[in-house]
């Protein structure tokens, strides 16, 4: 994969991880839009994607630094709660990864139709999390029912075109928790999900080899993911402070038409579906 390719994927990576677009979403949509101009498949997005999710892990662990100190001291029943709400994610991950053939993970993780459905599915999530009146707890306070609920949207979000933090956000107003806090528990619960991802991508990378992406370049993409993710989520955050999360959704919604519309197109050109 060259400069231009990783630079333009770091770029989506680093907005759409934390806005509430779904990022899984956004590149495959972004891998497609680039084949379609003339760009071949990319046969290297696994240690691509590793790189670009490591930048917008560190974006957090910067983001949050105080907040991770805490879980060391006087918040260690808060890295407990963590433990239990990655749960889900990580069982539906793992049976992605290790039941379904790499065929059927491919298809549905990288399926254009799914994620042009799923993307008005966030919408609904955004609308119903700023219309629901906020609660008054902190996320120190929450329990494990609250926890589970809030993992099992986090689980939900493994499918393309469902953003993690908008899912996550919106069972955390739901379980009634104040907003910020909402979003402070997600982000919390991002770090060990987007960890794992990884690690179970870099041992799959590790079982293939390299595919012949340049580390300089890697690093570069590393880096923009980073700061990109970082300006992002300095931005979602002031969303969220401002209850205007639901503003995502008026672009989620014409976008998911489009996505599924195009798909139509292709199918019906290409005779895949009655014509």
Not at 28 to 52: F, K, S, T
Not at 104 to 114: A, D, H, R, Y
Request: a neutral charge.
């Amino acid at each position: 994969m060259d400069w231009v390719e990783v630079i333009i994927l770091a770029i989506v990576q680093g907005i759409t991880e934390f806005l509430p677009v779904s990022s899984s979403g956004h590149l495959v949509v972004a891998n497609a839009l680039l084949e379609a101009m003339g760009w071949p498949p990319a046969e290297d997005l696994v240690e691509v994607n590793i790189v670009l999710h490591l930048g917008t892990l560190l974006a957090i662990v910067v983001y949050y630094r105080k907040e991770i100190l805490q879980l060391l001291s006087r918040d260690r029943r808060v890295f407990g709660l963590l433990l239990i709400g990655t749960v889900p994610a990580a069982v539906v991950g793992i049976t992605v990864k290790k039941i379904l053939s790499d065929q059927m993970e491919s298809q549905l993780l990288g399926n254009l139709l799914l994620v042009g459905c799923m993307f008005p599915v966030t919408a609904m999530l955004l609308i119903y999390a700023m219309r629901r009146m906020p609660g008054e707890k902190d996320y120190t306070e929450i329990g494990i029912r609250s926890v589970l609920a809030i993992g099992a949207a986090q689980a939900f979000a493994i499918l393309p075109g469902v953003s993690r933090s908008g899912a996550t956000i919106a069972a955390g107003i739901g379980s009634g928790m104040r907003r910020e806090a909402s979003a402070t528990f997600a982000f919390l619960l991002a770090i060990p999900a987007i960890a794992g991802a990884g690690l179970l991508e870099g041992i799959e990378a590790w079982e293939q080899g390299s595919t012949g992406t340049s580390p300089v370049v890697l690093a570069v993409g590393f880096a923009v993911s980073f700061v990109v993710g970082w300006a992002s989520l300095v931005a979602l955050i002031q969303f969220v402070r401002k209850g205007r999360l639901a503003l995502f959704a008026w672009y989620l919604i014409p976008l998911g038409i489009v996505v599924v519309g195009w798909q139509m197109a292709a199918g019906l050109s290409g005779g895949l579906l009655p014509q």
